[in-house]
C-alpha cells in the first residue's frame, strides 16, 4: 500500500543518462535548423522494407532510442506514408515486394523523396543476379539519395540525412 | 555404438548396416518406397520430431530427385537423415503425421515442382502470384538469372487465404507494409468483435533466393550469403555455415579460434534479445521501462564493433576460425563491463516487473500450449517459456558448448511473461558464458588453413531464437545446394496459435514477445 502511495505522490525521475555525444548533437542541431527551414519544422520519413536482412531496420529503430533520440532534430518516422515527406527504402527489391514498394511509393503525396539504405538496395548488392531480385530500389522507383553499408550505423545515417538536407537546399536556393 | 544407431535399430527393427554415420552430426539411412510409410509412422511412435525436410537434385548419380527428411530424437547427439530418392516428380505426403511436413512440402513444390500426394495444402509458398506457375527455381535446368514478373494476376491464380464464415466475422488484413519500422509480412484476422477468431500468417515477402544464390560458387564466397540470412543472427549463421565446411574437410579450427566464436555469438544473443525485451514494453505503451534495455543494447552494438569491427559481426567469421584476432585488453574490459551490464539489466527487469500495469497485459497473454512445442517443432526461448528444455547449445553441443555447458531454465505459462522473463535469464545466462570464455581464453592463432573436401554436410546451432539447420553438399569445391532453415521459419506458426481468443491489440505484444524473424524465413 506504501508503494502504491509513494508512487502517487513522489515525484517521477527517469533514467539520469551519463552519455553526451557532443559531436552527434553538434551535427543534429544543425540538420534542425536546416529542417525548420525547408520542412517547416519536421522531416517525416516512411520506412519500407523491400527485403533487407534486417540489420537495417534494427539501425533505424536504433535512431529513436535514447542514445540517438532523432526526433529531438525534428526528424520523426511515421505510420503512413501519406503522412511521409521521404521513404526510406531497405533491401534489394524483392520480386514479392515490387508492388508493394510501388504502391507505397504512389499514395506518399508530392513533394517527396527517396533514399536507398544500405548495400542492397542501392544496387542489389550480393543479391542482384538472383531470379528473386530486381536490383536496386531504382529499378522500381527514382531514388535522390544512396546511403551505403552493410548496414549503415545510425551514425552514417544521420550523415547521410545531413547530406541529403543539404542537398535540398541547394536545389531550393 | 552410435546411441542413436542403436535405438532406430530397435524401433526400426533394421540391420545396423542400413544405417550411416556422417560427420559425427547425423545419421544417413536410405529408404525406399515400399517402407516409407511405415518408417514414418514408426518414428512418429517413438516421438521424433521432424527438424527440417528438403529436396535435392542429382546428390549422386543414382538418383535425380531426392528427398531428405531430418529427425531429432531428445536425448540423442545425432540428428537422423532420412534419404529417400523419388523416382517419379512426386511422393507421398507425411503432413498428417508430423504438421511441420506441411510448410516444407510447399516449400518443395515451388522449388522443384514436386507434388505431395494427399496433401492438404497445396498452395503455393515462397513464390508468390507474380511468378509463373511453371516456374521451379531450384531445378539445375533452371539458370539462375534476372526475371521479370508478372504484371497481372488471373484471379484463380491469387492466394486463397482460409475463409472464416459466420455471423459477426470479420476480417482485418495486415501488411505487408506495417506502421512501425519492421520487415513485411501478411497478418489475415478473422475477428468477432474484438477477439480473434483465427489468424493467418502469410510470409516470403522478402523471398532473395539465398539457396539458388549460393550454388555454384565456391564455399567462400558464399559465406556473405549465410551473413545476409538475417542482420541478428549473422553470428548463429556464419558460425553454423562455417563449421558445416570444416566438418566435411575434417578442419580443427584453433582453441583460440572457438573461445571468439562463443564470446560473438553469446554477444549477438544478447542484443537481440534486449531488442525483444524492449519492444514488448514499448507495446504496452510504457516506453520509460524500455528505455534503460535500449540504452544497453546500443552499449552492446558498440562493444560488438569494437570487438569485430561491425556491429552485427559482418565478416568477422571465416572458414578454419576468425578473421581477426580480438587482443587480451580488450576482452578484459569487456569481462568487466558485462558485471555492470549485468546489475544494471538486473534493475531494469525488476522495475518493468514491479509494475501493475505492465503485468497486466504480460499474463496470461498469448499463450503457446506444452503441446504444441515438439509437433510443430517449435524451439528457442518459445519453447523454454511453455516448458519444453530443448536447446541446441545442450542437445547437440558444438564448439566450446561442450566444455562450457549452458543452464537453462524452463517455465510453464507459454505467455507474454514467461517468454519475458526466459529471455532475461538467457542474457545473464550468456553474460557468465562470455566471462568464463574469456577466464579461459587460450593463446595462439585464430585461424586454420581450410582444406577443402567434397561431400554432405549437417550443421545446427542455436540462435537467439532456437533451432538454425544449415545443410551442404560440396562437389568439385564448389557449393551443389545449400539448405537453410532457421528457427523463425517453424516458429511463426506458434503466433497463430498464440494470438486464438485474444483481442487485435494484444497481436503486436505477443508478436513482439516472439520476435521472430521474416528475412531468416523467406531467405
Known amino acids: 500500500m506504501g508503494g502504491m502511495f509513494n508512487n502517487i505522490v513522489k515525484p517521477k525521475i527517469t533514467e539520469n543518462f551519463s552519455f553526451l555525444d557532443s559531436e552527434l548533437e553538434q551535427e543534429g542541431f544543425a540538420i534542425r535548423e536546416k529542417i525548420d527551414k525547408i520542412f517547416g519544422g519536421s522531416l517525416a520519413i516512411r520506412e519500407v522494407d523491400a527485403g533487407s536482412d534486417n540489420s537495417p531496420e534494427i539501425e533505424l529503430v536504433n535512431l529513436t532510442t535514447p542514445y540517438y533520440d532523432i526526433e529531438r532534430f525534428g526528424i520523426s518516422f511515421v505510420a503512413s506514408p501519406r503522412h511521409a515527406d521521404v521513404l526510406i527504402v531497405t533491401g534489394p527489391v524483392t520480386r514479392n515486394m515490387a508492388l508493394a514498394l510501388k504502391k507505397t511509393y504512389d499514395a506518399t503525396p508530392e513533394p517527396k523523396w527517396v533514399i536507398a539504405l544500405g548495400d542492397d538496395a542501392c544496387d542489389g548488392g550480393i543479391f542482384k543476379d538472383s531470379y528473386a531480385v530486381l536490383g536496386g530500389v531504382d529499378k522500381i522507383i527514382p531514388v535522390d539519395m544512396k546511403i551505403r553499408g552493410n548496414p549503415p550505423s545510425p551514425r552514417e545515417i544521420l550523415k547521410g540525412l545531413f547530406t541529403f538536407i543539404n542537398q535540398i537546399e541547394k536545389q531550393r536556393s | ?523
Open chain 2, 1 to 523: 555404438m552410435n546411441e542413436l544407431i542403436l535405438l532406430c535399430q530397435k524401433i526400426l527393427n533394421l540391420p545396423a548396416e542400413r544405417f550411416a554415420e556422417n560427420q559425427d552430426e547425423e545419421v544417413i539411412l536410405q529408404i525406399d518406397d515400399n517402407e516409407f510409410e511405415k518408417i514414418m509412422s514408426l518414428l512418429y511412435d517413438a516421438e521424433f520430431t521432424l527438424a527440417c525436410m528438403f529436396a535435392t537434385e542429382n546428390i549422386d548419380e543414382k538418383s535425380n530427385l531426392t528427398l531428405f527428411y531430418i529427425f531429432e530424437k531428445s536425448r540423442c547427439h545425432n540428428f537422423l537423415a532420412l534419404k529417400y530418392n523419388i523416382s517419379a516428380d512426386k511422393a507421398p505426403s507425411v503432413a498428417m503425421t508430423f504438421p511441420t511436413a506441411s510448410l516444407y512440402e510447399r516449400e518443395i513444390r515451388d522449388g522443384f515442382g514436386i507434388e505431395f500426394e494427399y496433401s492438404k495444402d497445396t498452395r503455393r509458398l515462397f513464390l508468390h502470384e507474380n511468378y509463373p506457375v511453371q516456374f521451379h527455381p531450384l531445378r539445375k535446368s533452371f539458370r539462375n538469372g534476372q526475371t521479370v514478373p508478372n504484371v497481372t494476376v488471373p484471379p484463380d491464380e491469387e492466394y486463397k487465404f482460409r475463409e472464416v464464415h459466420s455471423e459477426g466475422i470479420y476480417q482485418i488484413p495486415v501488411g505487408p507494409v506495417h506502421a512501425g519500422i519492421i520487415e513485411p509480412g501478411h497478418f489475415r484476422f478473422s475477428v468477432i468483435g474484438e477477439a480473434i477468431y483465427n489468424l493467418e500468417i502469410r510470409m516470403f515477402w522478402k523471398h532473395r533466393g539465398i539457396e539458388k544464390l549460393a550454388e555454384g560458387k565456391n564455399p567462400t564466397q558464399a559465406l556473405a550469403l549465410a551473413e545476409a540470412i538475417s542482420g541478428d543472427e549473422t553470428a548463429a549463421n556464419s558460425w553454423a555455415y562455417c563449421m558445416a565446411i570444416e566438418r566435411l574437410s575434417g578442419l580443427k579450427i584453433p582453441p583460440r579460434a572457438e573461445h571468439i566464436r562463443l564470446i560473438f555469438a553469446e554477444m549477438e544473443r544478447i542484443y537481440a534479445l534486449l531488442g525483444d525485451m524492449a519492444g514488448m514494453p514499448i507495446d504496452v505503451a510504457y516506453p520509460v521501462g524500455a528505455s534503460p534495455i535500449f540504452n544497453l543494447r546500443e552499449e552492446i552494438l558498440r562493444w560488438n564493433g569494437k570487438l569485430s569491427g561491425s556491429r552485427f559481426y559482418k565478416g568477422s567469421f571465416t572458414i578454419g576460425g576468425m578473421k581477426n584476432d580480438v587482443s587480451t585488453e580488450l576482452l578484459h574490459e569487456l569481462s568487466q563491463y558485462l558485471v555492470s551490464f549485468s546489475s544494471r539489466f538486473h534493475d531494469a527487469v525488476q522495475h518493468l516487473l514491479a509494475q501493475p500495469s505492465v503485468i497486466d497485459r504480460f499474463e496470461p497473454t498469448g499463450r503457446v500450449k506444452k503441446e504444441l512445442i515438439a509437433p510443430m517443432n517449435i524451439t528457442g526461448p518459445i519453447a523454454q517459456a511453455s516448458g519444453v528444455p530443448r536447446d541446441v547449445r545442450i542437445d547437440h553441443p558444438y564448439g566450446l558448448y561442450a566444455k562450457l555447458i549452458p543452464e537453462i531454465k524452463t517455465l510453464d505459462g507459454g505467455d507474454v511473461l514467461c517468454r519475458f522473463k526466459i529471455k532475461a535469464g538467457i542474457i545473464q545466462h550468456s553474460t557468465h558464458l562470455i566471462s568464463q570464455a574469456i577466464r579461459e581464453m587460450p593463446g595462439g592463432n585464430v585461424c586454420a588453413e581450410p582444406k577443402l573436401r567434397d561431400g554432405t554436410v549437417l550443421s545446427v546451432v542455436e540462435s537467439c531464437r532456437g533451432q538454425n539447420v544449415h545443410w551442404v553438399s560440396i562437389r568439385h569445391g564448389l557449393i551443389e545446394r545449400y539448405k537453410v532453415r532457421t528457427a523463425s521459419f517453424c516458429n511463426w506458426p506458434a503466433i497463430e496459435f498464440a494470438v486464438q481468443d485474444e483481442i487485435v491489440p494484444d497481436f503486436p505484444l505477443i508478436n513482439k514477445s516472439m520476435n521472430l524473424s521474416y528475412a531468416g524465413t523467406d531467405l
